[in-house]
């Protein structure tokens, strides 16, 4: 992503799931920038846990957390660059907790070079560690409508790979491929690699994106490949925008045989004035074999969010969320996987800065 939600949805989600601070102001440049992103959940099931399930991000109760510190550096690729990002925070945590060597990766969340030679037509090559293509929303909270992620970021698709990527401006077309270890691993954990393509559509208000990817995930072995798909229609303007987002995701060999689970999210934005917006978003997801979430379910959540924009690069949101199965899969006091549904209420605060 390339700007914050004040500008037309349109440019938020078309540039794919890397977000730029600054830009550079000449050919040599170094762009500096970061963010802070703070809050207090409530769970209404009262968990002695305190934690919030099938969250990602958002999964402290009743106390206040540090979601994110993070810091970026980049250099525009004219015809060399490259970019880094650096984070602290239960995010970082939760990012890289199926990391192999976590203690090594676990406060990086990109690191890569880029090449953009002259005359190949707007061809980006990228080598290093870099978030995924799939998924409508991203892991920088203000970069999305709602505070909370969806079910369909945090259980369908993954957070980043490790590889090598191309992009390529073809009309109105954006093509790419990648080849990377796999899902959230720097270190792989087999010797097989994961295939990428991507293509995106953009025509006025109009993006469609395309992700898929497919290699063999299982630890040690590459027998039985994962392959997803993902797609988001995007539309709108800087006073209301939407989204439909579709995951389908396969896992062939699983441990009872093939694994599935799929998806479909849909939310909107509308800008009250400069200042306040509220974003709505429904979301339905089918865990067939529990591959996803551990328990074979059918989930269904609901969130509303509110926004308030105190000044350029402060941002505060207040946000309610329930989320239903059709399985007693929640806790509640101190009673394990006995409920059918959670409930929260979350208020949150996002700093974004930028510096040259």
């Not at 796999?182 to 792989?188: I, K, P, Q, S, Y």
């Not at 010797?191 to 109009?206: D, E, F, I, N």
């Not at 303007?237 to 009872?256: C, I, P, T, V």
Request: hydrophobic letters at 40%.
């Amino acid at each position: 992503m390339t700007r914050l939600l004040v500008l037309p949805a349109a440019v938020l989600f078309c540039s794919g799931a890397t977000m730029v601070y600054a830009a550079d102001s000449g050919e040599k440049d170094i762009a500096a920038g970061g963010l802070m992103d703070v809050y207090y959940g409530i769970n209404f099931n009262h968990p002695v846990s305190r934690v919030s399930q099938l969250r990602n991000f958002d999964v402290a109760a009743g106390q206040f957390s540090l979601n994110m510190l993070k810091l970026s550096l980049e250099r525009s690729a004219r015809p060399a660059g490259f970019r880094i990002d650096l984070g602290f925070g239960k995010a970082f945590d939760i990012i890289h907790g199926s990391e192999l060597s976590p203690s090594a990766v676990r406060n990086i969340e990109q690191a890569y070079v880029s090449l953009k030679p002259r005359g190949a037509g707007g061809l980006q090559l990228d080598f290093g560690k870099f978030v995924t293509s799939a998924g409508a929303e991203v892991i920088e909270t203000h970069a999305n409508w709602n505070y909370s992620r969806s079910i369909l970021f945090a259980w369908a698709i993954p957070y980043y790979h490790a590889g090598l990527r191309a992009t390529a401006p073809i009309g109105r077309f954006t093509l790419g491929t990648q080849l990377t270890n796999g899902w959230n691993n720097v270190e792989d954990n087999n010797p097989g690699k994961t295939l990428g393509l991507t293509a995106s559509y953009s025509v006025g208000p109009l993006n469609w994106s395309h992700t898929y990817y497919a290699g063999p995930e299982k630890s040690g072995e590459n027998r039985g490949r994962r392959h997803l798909y993902d797609t988001t229609l995007l539309a709108g303007s800087r006073r209301a925008s939407f989204y439909l987002n579709f995951d389908y995701g396969l896992e062939r060999g699983a441990a009872a045989g093939d694994a599935a689970w799929y998806g479909v999210a849909g939310a909107a934005r509308l800008a009250l004035n400069e200042r306040i917006a509220l974003a709505p978003r429904l979301e339905w997801f089918r865990d067939r074999d529990g591959f996803s979430t551990g328990t074979p379910q059918t989930l269904k959540e609901f969130t509303l969010t509110g926004e308030y924009k105190f000044a350029e690069g402060y941002l505060a949101r207040l946000e309610y969320r329930r989320d239903w199965s059709n399985k007693a899969f929640f806790d509640r006091g101190a009673d394990p996987a006995c409920a059918k549904s959670q409930s929260t209420l979350l208020a949150g605060f996002v700093v974004v800065f930028s510096a040259r």
